[in-house]
T-cell receptor
Framework: AQTVTQSQPEMSVQEAETVTLSCTYDTSESNYYLFWYKQPPSRQMILVIRQEAYKQQNATENRFSVNFQKAAKSFSLKISDSQLGDTAMYFCALKDSNYQLIWGAGTKLIIKP | SAVISQKPSRDICQRGTSLTIQCQVDSQVTMMFWYRQQPGQSLTLIATANQGSEATYESGFVIDKFPISRPNLTFSTLTVSNMSPEDSSIYLC?????????FGPGTRLTVL
């Protein structure tokens, strides 16, 4: 069965620092997508970044980048120059051929001024 | 990307009543999903809404309790029937393809 594990329930950093959120997963499929979602207190779930398993190059979206280690089944999110608006719950998720998202438990990220 | 709207955004209901949540997507999508989320926790998939056929429910969720409609490729409804306080939660509509999935703003339901 597919699983997604986020081992950091909560993290806090100072504004402008860099922070890395960890995620490991398990799947027996060769073709799948990995996602990071952000959910601020407004509860709107926002897609931050996605990575296709077949692509070796790590995805990047502005200040957000991932470190995708396929063999290790690791998919960490790096947030550079963190901002107060980055404060949110961050969820790692896996989607395979079943078209369903398998979710991690989430990491609560607090950016301190 | 797809923009998803949900109505109502929140509601307070009496036990034993039913509430229907509407989900509208601004473009045609293959897959639509309904999730439940307790504050501070991860998402639990209730069902996949299939266009033109019955929804596919996850373990622990049944059609009598959570009937779902999907009359076309842009719209779906979820009804929470015969509500009890245990149904108090946030209900999220989601839609997308294999390589992307987007979410509505959620409906916060409180059952008294």
């Amino acid at each position: 069965a597919q699983t997604v594990t986020q081992s950091q329930p909560e993290m806090s950093v100072q504004e402008a620092e860099t922070v890395t959120l960890s995620c490991t997963y398990d799947t027996s499929e060769s073709n799948y997508y990995l996602f990071w979602y952000k959910q601020p207190p407004s509860r709107q779930m926002i897609l931050v970044i996605r990575q296709e398993a077949y692509k070796q190059q790590n995805a990047t979206e502005n200040r957000f980048s991932v470190n995708f280690q396929k063999a290790a089944k690791s998919f960490s999110l790096k947030i550079s120059d963190s901002q107060l608006g980055d404060t949110a719950m961050y969820f790692c998720a896996l989607k395979d051929s079943n078209y369903q998202l398998i979710w991690g438990a989430g990491t609560k990220l607090i950016i301190k001024p | 990307s797809a923009v998803i709207s949900q109505k109502p955004s929140r509601d307070i209901c009496q036990r034993g009543t039913s509430l229907t949540i509407q989900c509208q997507v601004d473009s045609q999508v293959t897959m639509m999903f309904w999730y439940r989320q307790q504050p501070g926790q991860s998402l639990t998939l209730i069902a996949t809404a299939n266009q033109g056929s019955e929804a596919t429910y996850e373990s622990g969720f049944v059609i009598d309790k959570f009937p779902i409609s999907r009359p076309n490729l842009t719209f779906s409804t979820l009804t929470v029937s015969n509500m009890s306080p245990e149904d108090s939660s946030i209900y999220l509509c989601s839609a997308g393809q294999f390589n992307e999935q987007f979410f509505g703003p959620g409906t916060r339901l409180t059952v008294l």
